[in-house]
Each structure stands twice: as structure tokens, then as C-alpha cells.
């Protein structure tokens, strides 16, 4: 069935939405949880839980008890090709750790890995 | 992008910042594991999510015109059951229509019915914004009594949208499905739960879904989670389940906000909110009340 005018999906057609944005969101690796609230809520899905090796348990004096791998931590990350700065994140996180800064004071906008 | 919840939907489409349309669409198709069709009513989500030579669907998709979602399902559907019998396809396939307030309450509200009666496979989704918001907010009859839009604009003399809301719900129970529910994009989990049961119940189906508009309800990008969750606690969207004829409320706040609290987040509802239409809030609120109890009356909850 590849008769007629069908139209395939292609990632790489796609119109790179994060040249809309004048807010950025900005994660706080500290603050995160990962409980994944602004996974599910994010308008774009560009909000992805990765394992955040940084992350360690601490004790009441600050000391690491327990790597992150251990503890299964994950910390939310921001695709920013797609990302339009809505800032619905920043409204849903519970712990208040997504802060929305200007675009202008960011160098490269955090695209330079892909 | 996140990889897991794309698998249906991509990125790319050109929705509003702070729009929910995308999330409904994620959560309703990632509530089963079998493949699905999608046809698309006329709507935002039609014109954002297609945007030539990009398509951001990654499931077969088809868009016909703004009247006729229901019967293009209707037919796509018929077509599917053919060739099962003729053992051409053997695959599950579960249909699934999208279509906004103005293709599913004004416009398509025909060819719904008829798809529905016919008792067609599929779950029909509308997303409700309360007016026609892709062509510049004019009024529909999802509009609430006392919206400022685009045709019925507020002014010294006018309140805005004289009209009440249509009740949709009312008119697809009177088709005797076996499942409707009403939803909100604010309460996903909920929404996914209830696409769930819609996409395993055999016949027609029905989801209304509350999506918060950010450009012409005019709230800021950031707050369509806040301004949806209003809508269910001040009870101007409950949500509630029917299966079978049964009411089930899934929702039941003890002590709902009154309804200035959703009023004041909108600058649509901005003129309500003067000394001059206090009177007019006062009458939302009665209606809301006695739609609340009516509600909870046929759900026989106390």
C-alpha cells in the first residue's frame, strides 16, 4: 500500500521547534527526584529520565552512603531541538527544581552534542 | 526527545507552546500495544501535526474534511472488518478519532451520530477548547455562558457568550454506548486510564476531553496543568465515567473552589469579574451547582 500521496513520518523533515523558544528551561541535578511529572506533562515529550551517576544519597553530615547506580536515580533531561520554552515543567515540578532563564544568557542553547 | 512516549507521536508539529493537544494524543495511543489508526477531524490538531512534508504521526493516519471524522472512521473501519473476513488482514487493529469541540459538538455532530448508531469499532476522542481556537477563537457551542470570543466579544452592554455549553455527553449516552467518559489533560493518569477501558471495550466509544487553550482562553504558556486542574476542583469539569448506563464520579472534591478562582485565571472571563456583573457570576455558579448535583444524583453519590 505505497500507492498515492503518502506521506512518511521523517524525524529529519522536521521543523526544529526549539528555535521558537525565548525561556529555557534549566534542571537543577541537585533538587531533581526524577519523579517524571514533567515527562508526563511536557507538551513536546522532550523530557527524558536518564540515570544520574552524580547523584548520591547522603547522610545527615553530607557524607555519600550510596552511588546513584546503587540507588537507582534518575534526573530529568531536556531535549532542546524540540523544545519550545512553554515552561510547563517549571509550573508542574513539586520540588521546584526546573528554572526558566533567559535564552539569550545560555551560549549554544544545548544543542551542541547531536 | 523522549523515545518511549514518541513512539506514536513525534515532535516537529507546530502546536502552540503550553498547548495539551500533543499530550492527549500521546497518552490516548500509548494506552494500547496494538496498532492503531488515526483519523483526524479538521481542527489544531489536524493543522499543526501535518505540516507538509512532515507528518508528526507515526501510525497510519487519515484526515478527510471538518464534518465527517465519524463516518471516515465509520468507513475505515468497515473496510478493516471485510478483509479480516476475508483473512487479507490479521492483525487487532483499534481505531481511534481525534476531532476538536467544533468538528465533534457544531459540525461533525451528524456524522457522528450516525457512526455511533451504527455501532462502528472505534473510540472517538474530542478535544474540547471551548471554541473554534485555530481559526482565531470564535464561539462554538462548547463556549461557556459568559466567554468573551471572537463573535460574541464582551463590551459594556454584552456579558459575552449568551449561549449555555451544550451538554455533548447527554447526546452521546442517548446513543446507548457501552463506555463515555469525561476527562481532563490536567489529570493524565486518569485520561490514560480511562483511554485504556475505551480502547478494550468492544463498539463505539466516547472520550471528552477538558484541553485548555493557552493562546485564547489567555493564560500563560506555563499554565494549562494549573488552569485544568481548576476546572475539575471548582467542579466546571468533573470527571465522571458512564459504562453501560452506570454514572461513576471519579473525582469528588468535598469542598470545590467556587468558581472565581477558574473565572480569574482567564482573561477571557476578565469583564465578568467587575462590581457591574457580579450578578452573572453568581448565576454560573448556581448553574455549576445544579449541574453538580443533577451528577451526582444519577451516580447516587452522597
Redesign the interface.
Given at each position: 500500500m505505497e500507492k498515492g500521496a503518502v506521506?512518511?513520518?521523517?524525524?529529519k523533515?522536521?521543523?526544529?521547534?526549539g528555535d521558537?523558544?525565548y525561556m529555557k528551561p534549566e534542571i537543577n541535578k541537585e533538587k531533581c527526584t526524577g519523579c517524571g511529572t514533567c515527562?508526563?506533562?511536557?507538551?513536546?515529550?522532550?523530557?527524558?529520565l536518564t540515570a544520574n551517576n552524580e547523584q548520591r544519597i547522603m547522610n545527615k553530615k553530607g557524607k555519600a552512603i550510596l552511588p546513584a547506580r546503587l540507588a537507582n536515580a534518575r534526573v530529568a533531561g531536556v531535549?532542546y531541538?524540540?523544545c519550545?520554552?512553554?515552561?510547563?515543567c517549571?509550573?508542574?515540578c513539586p520540588v521546584k527544581a526546573i528554572h526558566?532563564i533567559k535564552e539569550a544568557d545560555c551560549i549554544n542553547c544545548g544543542t551542541e552534542e547531536k | 526527545m523522549n523515545k518511549k512516549l514518541t513512539q506514536k507521536f513525534a515532535p516537529g508539529h507546530s502546536s502552540c507552546a503550553g498547548c495539551g493537544i500533543p499530550a492527549i494524543a500521546r497518552t490516548v495511543l500509548n494506552a494500547t500495544d496494538d496498532p492503531v489508526v488515526v483519523i483526524n477531524g479538521t481542527g489544531c490538531m489536524e493543522v499543526t501535526s501535518t505540516l507538509y512534508p512532515y507528518t508528526s504521526w507515526k501510525v497510519p493516519y487519515i484526515h478527510n474534511t471538518f464534518e465527517n471524522a465519524g463516518a471516515t472512521a465509520a468507513g475505515v473501519e468497515t473496510a478493516y472488518r471485510v478483509l479480516k473476513k476475508k483473512g487479507k488482514v490479521k492483525k487487532n487493529i483499534k481505531f481511534v478519532a481525534f476531532a476538536g469541540d467544533g468538528g465533534t459538538y457544531d459540525i461533525g455532530l451528524q456524522s457522528l451520530s450516525g457512526a455511533l448508531e451504527r455501532g462502528h469499532d472505534f473510540l472517538y476522542v474530542c478535544y474540547d477548547n471551548q471554541g473554534y481556537m485555530n481559526t482565531g477563537g470564535q464561539r462554538s457551542s462548547a463556549s461557556p455562558y459568559g466567554a468573551s470570543t471572537e463573535t460574541t466579544p464582551a463590551s459594556s452592554k454584552d456579558i459575552g457568550n449568551e449561549l449555555y455549553r451544550k451538554d455533548i455527553m447527554q447526546i452521546v449516552a442517548g446513543h446507548h454506548i457501552k463506555y463515555l467518559a469525561q476527562a481532563n489533560v490536567a489529570h493524565i493518569e486518569d485520561l490514560k486510564m480511562k483511554a485504556k477501558k475505551a480502547l478494550n471495550t468492544p463498539g463505539p466509544t466516547f472520550l471528552l476531553v477538558l484541553q485548555p487553550c493557552t493562546n485564547l482562553w489567555k493564560y500563560p504558556t506555563s499554565q494549562y496543568v494549573n488552569i485544568g486542574k481548576l476546572a475539575t476542583e471548582t467542579n466546571f469539569w468533573p470527571l465522571y465515567e458512564i459504562e453501560n448506563g452506570n454514572y461513576v464520579i471519579n473525582y469528588v472534591n468535598k469542598k470545590p473552589k467556587p468558581i472565581e478562582d477558574f473565572l480569574k485565571a482567564q482573561k477571557r472571563f476578565k469583564h465578568l469579574l467587575t462590581d457591574k456583573n457580579k450578578e452573572e457570576v453568581k448565576k454560573i455558579q448556581n448553574i455549576l451547582d445544579e449541574k453538580w448535583a443533577k451528577l451526582k444524583k444519577l451516580a447516587s453519590v452522597k
Amino acid at each position: 500500500m505505497e500507492k498515492g500521496a503518502v506521506i512518511k513520518h521523517d524525524i529529519k523533515k522536521a521543523p526544529k521547534t526549539g528555535d521558537w523558544r525565548y525561556m529555557k528551561p534549566e534542571i537543577n541535578k541537585e533538587k531533581c527526584t526524577g519523579c517524571g511529572t514533567c515527562v508526563k506533562y511536557c507538551p513536546e515529550a522532550v523530557i527524558e529520565l536518564t540515570a544520574n551517576n552524580e547523584q548520591r544519597i547522603m547522610n545527615k553530615k553530607g557524607k555519600a552512603i550510596l552511588p546513584a547506580r546503587l540507588a537507582n536515580a534518575r534526573v530529568a533531561g531536556v531535549d532542546y531541538h524540540f523544545c519550545k520554552g512553554c515552561g510547563v515543567c517549571a509550573s508542574v515540578c513539586p520540588v521546584k527544581a526546573i528554572h526558566m532563564i533567559k535564552e539569550a544568557d545560555c551560549i549554544n542553547c544545548g544543542t551542541e552534542e547531536k | 526527545m523522549n523515545k518511549k512516549l514518541t513512539q506514536k507521536f513525534a515532535p516537529g508539529h507546530s502546536s502552540c507552546a503550553g498547548c495539551g493537544i500533543p499530550a492527549i494524543a500521546r497518552t490516548v495511543l500509548n494506552a494500547t500495544d496494538d496498532p492503531v489508526v488515526v483519523i483526524n477531524g479538521t481542527g489544531c490538531m489536524e493543522v499543526t501535526s501535518t505540516l507538509y512534508p512532515y507528518t508528526s504521526w507515526k501510525v497510519p493516519y487519515i484526515h478527510n474534511t471538518f464534518e465527517n471524522a465519524g463516518a471516515t472512521a465509520a468507513g475505515v473501519e468497515t473496510a478493516y472488518r471485510v478483509l479480516k473476513k476475508k483473512g487479507k488482514v490479521k492483525k487487532n487493529i483499534k481505531f481511534v478519532a481525534f476531532a476538536g469541540d467544533g468538528g465533534t459538538y457544531d459540525i461533525g455532530l451528524q456524522s457522528l451520530s450516525g457512526a455511533l448508531e451504527r455501532g462502528h469499532d472505534f473510540l472517538y476522542v474530542c478535544y474540547d477548547n471551548q471554541g473554534y481556537m485555530n481559526t482565531g477563537g470564535q464561539r462554538s457551542s462548547a463556549s461557556p455562558y459568559g466567554a468573551s470570543t471572537e463573535t460574541t466579544p464582551a463590551s459594556s452592554k454584552d456579558i459575552g457568550n449568551e449561549l449555555y455549553r451544550k451538554d455533548i455527553m447527554q447526546i452521546v449516552a442517548g446513543h446507548h454506548i457501552k463506555y463515555l467518559a469525561q476527562a481532563n489533560v490536567a489529570h493524565i493518569e486518569d485520561l490514560k486510564m480511562k483511554a485504556k477501558k475505551a480502547l478494550n471495550t468492544p463498539g463505539p466509544t466516547f472520550l471528552l476531553v477538558l484541553q485548555p487553550c493557552t493562546n485564547l482562553w489567555k493564560y500563560p504558556t506555563s499554565q494549562y496543568v494549573n488552569i485544568g486542574k481548576l476546572a475539575t476542583e471548582t467542579n466546571f469539569w468533573p470527571l465522571y465515567e458512564i459504562e453501560n448506563g452506570n454514572y461513576v464520579i471519579n473525582y469528588v472534591n468535598k469542598k470545590p473552589k467556587p468558581i472565581e478562582d477558574f473565572l480569574k485565571a482567564q482573561k477571557r472571563f476578565k469583564h465578568l469579574l467587575t462590581d457591574k456583573n457580579k450578578e452573572e457570576v453568581k448565576k454560573i455558579q448556581n448553574i455549576l451547582d445544579e449541574k453538580w448535583a443533577k451528577l451526582k444524583k444519577l451516580a447516587s453519590v452522597k
